[in-house]
């Protein structure tokens, strides 16, 4: 069985607000594997992309957050900032969802990656140098040498996005987190950034985890899916199993809302994702459910295994029976 890199148990951030708390992440589980690419799936607002940047210290300091997040063993939540950054880039790195705000637009490439090998690893100015040509080669950049020597505004978005996944990949870590790494770009550059994805995953042996609402992105990478609604897990499991007999309403709803060849129409989840200042009572999802009754407004479904998969509904087994 594959090692667990990562792993999370009733993880929750919260960010106070004059109105309240916005709930953000509500007491999720969640384990990272070596090699394998999970993709966490969901609507804007979800919990996706908070629930790791909480872990890796990339949120304001006002933001609580609690339970358990262990990196090969060493928790994370409460731990020292310092403590924190040096495992950030070393063993965990994040590829980010818009390279041009995450890059210095002042700063050369060679600059900007060199500092992230000079802060992690003893690295004089030419050996991070030559090493930052070898990663922009690695990652497809043609005339890497030149490249080096450019700012962010002279790359295409697709390769602004290589670049960040150069720097990401750096020092070698044992995970890697691809915020929506796809998203503004167009499909032919998705496909190419997607492939080299899981090229580094190879050659690096890293985990991945993809986070991103476009099903067909996951289809074609994914070994394992999360699905999450309102700050909760709502269904996981293999990536075959969820696609072919999704157990959730939700996660069928998401499946329903993408492009076929013989749907005529598009078939979209009606309403809108919940307020997190006040999450609506039991299943969050039950106002926007066509199979929601009266139990669904007042009890919080647990995760719990049907055939392949673990699912949160309470009514999933009965749905299930009707839709085979």
């Known amino acids: 069985m594959s090692e667990t890199l990562l792993s999370l148990k009733d993880y929750t951030v919260s960010f106070p607000t004059a109105r309240g708390d916005v709930q953000a992440v509500r007491g999720i589980d969640l384990e990272v594997r070596s ?6 799936v969901g609507e804007s607002g979800s919990g996706k992309s908070v629930t790791f940047l909480g872990m890796m210290g990339l949120l304001p300091p006002s933001t609580r957050i609690s339970g358990s997040a262990q990196l090969m063993g060493q928790e994370l939540v409460g731990a020292p900032a310092k403590k924190v950054r040096r495992l950030c880039g070393n063993e965990i790195a994040m590829i980010f969802q818009d390279p041009l705000s995450a890059l210095n637009p002042v700063q ?44 962010p505004h002279e790359f295409s978005g697709g390769m602004r996005q290589r670049v960040m996944i150069a720097m990401a ?13 796809t998203t503004a770009l167009d499909v032919t550059v998705q496909a190419q950034i997607l492939e080299l994805l899981q ?14 609402h476009d099903l067909g992105v996951v289809a074609r990478v994914a070994d394992r899916v999360q699905v999450m ?3 909760r897990v709502v269904e996981r499991g293999d990536l075959v199993p969820l696609y072919d007999h999704p157990s959730h309403p939700y996660t069928r709803g998401l499946m329903a809302s993408l492009p ?7 078939q979209p989840i009606k309403g809108s994702p919940p307020n997190m200042l006040q999450p609506p009572s039991g299943c969050a999802f039950h106002a926007r459910c066509d ?26 087994e009965e749905l299930t029976e009707v839709a085979s």
């Open 35 to 40: 090699g394998e690419l999970l993709a966490v």
């Open 108 to 151: 050369r490439i060679s600059t900007q990656i060199g500092e992230m090998l000079q802060s992690h690893q003893d690295m004089s100015k030419a050996d991070a140098l030559k090493r930052t040509v070898e990663l922009l080669d690695m990652v497809g950049i043609p005339q890497p040498v030149d490249r080096a020597r450019q700012y």
């Open 169 to 181: 990949i750096a020092n070698n870590p044992k995970v890697l987190i691809a915020d929506e790494p």
């Open 199 to 212: 090229d580094i995953q190879k050659e690096l042996g890293a985990a991945v985890v993809l986070i991103t």
């Open 229 to 231: 609604y309102a700050g």
């Open 260 to 266: 076929a060849d013989d749907v005529d129409r598009l």
């Open 291 to 316: 199979f929601a009754t009266e139990a669904c407004t007042q009890e919080v479904p647990e995760l719990h295994v049907l055939g392949d998969l673990e699912t949160a509904c309470i009514r999933a």
